[in-house]
């Protein structure tokens, strides 16, 4: 036993075995404090917001989604703090590239290097524009269905009328009406004032995306009147005139009237008769002031009142400025 404690190769072998003791030792100690996970997971990301690097200040960039895909693999601990705390970016750099259309990747920052990383769509088409700054007049709009009936648009008006629209070359180039359409509950009877979105259409009325319109909303004006239309004024002569004078003409005051009400009613009056009683027209009084009636099934003539004027002839027999003559008047229109 001594011989062997006292050989070399004895104690180098026992130090050999005792260090790899010691190796192997250590070594299951710090695995047991950091293991290693070899469990893996996949998890799919949906809509995640893709940005745009690139010079908004004189470009326009069309075509991009606004979200896109991601589907993540690796350790199931880094895939569950990625997917809960979401602090990546997708992105597409275009800040090199010319006015033009382009095939882009879509980019990864800011995920574990230990994660296989699959975005869909992992290519986008892209088309960078100039940026176009114009101003449009607006065109007030309202669907006339809303008014009451025998009621009609008579104008609307924009406050402010004119906007100013921002977006790519090929949008602005493409508007050919900017309007703004009012809306409101059914049977209108008065106008009123109401804001409306404005917006940009193209030739055959779609709507044009991806401007900025400002000011967005505007008030409208909208002057709403009931149905009328004019029609000329016709006199008819009744009664006698007074002794010695001759009545020449008859001419009123107005050679028109308005009249309002159901358009049924209206369009059927051709003409708005004034009956005149002759008797009243003397020497000295050849005006005669007559109150004018709404003809039947309307609703309103203007004006209320006309004059009509005679245009005589007098003879000797004529009666003189103080005869106590004086016929009844009646001079009233019911036409």
Do not use: C
């Not at 072998?13 to 469990?39: G, H, M, Q, R, Y």
């Not at 949906?46 to 690139?54: I, K, N, P, R, T």
């Not at 404005?198 to 709507?207: C, E, G, M, P, W």
């Not at 039947?296 to 203007?302: E, I, Q």
């Amino acid at each position: 036993m001594d011989k062997m404690m006292s050989n070399p190769w004895f104690l180098r072998i026992t130090a050999l075995l005792l260090a790899l003791l010691l190796f192997f030792s250590v070594k299951a100690n710090d695995d047991a404090a950091n293991p290693v996970e070899t469990t893996t997971m996949t998890e799919e990301i949906e809509d995640v917001e893709l940005e745009v690097y690139y010079d908004n200040t004189s470009l326009m960039v069309s075509g991009l989604p606004k979200t896109v895909d991601l589907t993540i693999t690796g350790p199931t601990s880094i895939v569950q703090t990625a997917r809960q705390i979401k602090d990546f970016t997708l992105f597409v750099d275009l800040r090199d590239l010319p006015i033009g259309q382009h095939q882009v990747p879509v980019q990864a920052e800011n995920l574990s290097e230990q994660l296989r990383v699959r975005v869909d769509p992992s290519v986008v088409d892209v088309t960078i524009e100039e940026r176009v700054t114009q101003e449009f007049r607006i065109e007030p709009e309202m669907n006339e269905r809303l008014l009451k009936e025998g009621f009609v648009l008579e104008s609307m008006e924009a406050k402010p009328n004119v906007v100013t629209v921002t977006g790519s070359k090929s949008v602005i180039d493409a508007i050919s009406f900017v309007k703004a359409t009012v809306t409101g509950e059914q049977n209108i009877d008065e106008s009123f004032t109401a804001e409306a979105n404005v917006r940009v259409l193209a030739n055959d009325l779609t709507k044009l995306e991806n401007v900025t319109i400002e000011p967005g909303v505007v008030d409208v004006n909208v002057e709403v009147e009931e149905y009328s239309k004019e029609v000329p004024v016709t006199i008819k002569q009744n009664g006698k005139p007074r002794t010695g004078i001759a009545i020449d003409s008859l001419t009123s005051s107005n050679e028109t009237v308005r009249i309002y009400g159901p358009q049924t009613a209206v369009d059927q009056i051709k003409e708005y008769p004034i009956e005149i009683n002759v008797g009243v027209i003397t020497a000295t009084d050849r005006d005669v002031e007559i109150d004018l009636k709404a003809p039947s099934g309307t609703t309103a003539v203007k004006p209320g009142k006309v004059t009509v004027e005679a245009d005589i002839t007098l003879d000797d027999a004529a009666e003189l400025p103080d005869s106590d003559e004086d016929p009844e008047i009646a001079d009233e229109s019911t036409p």
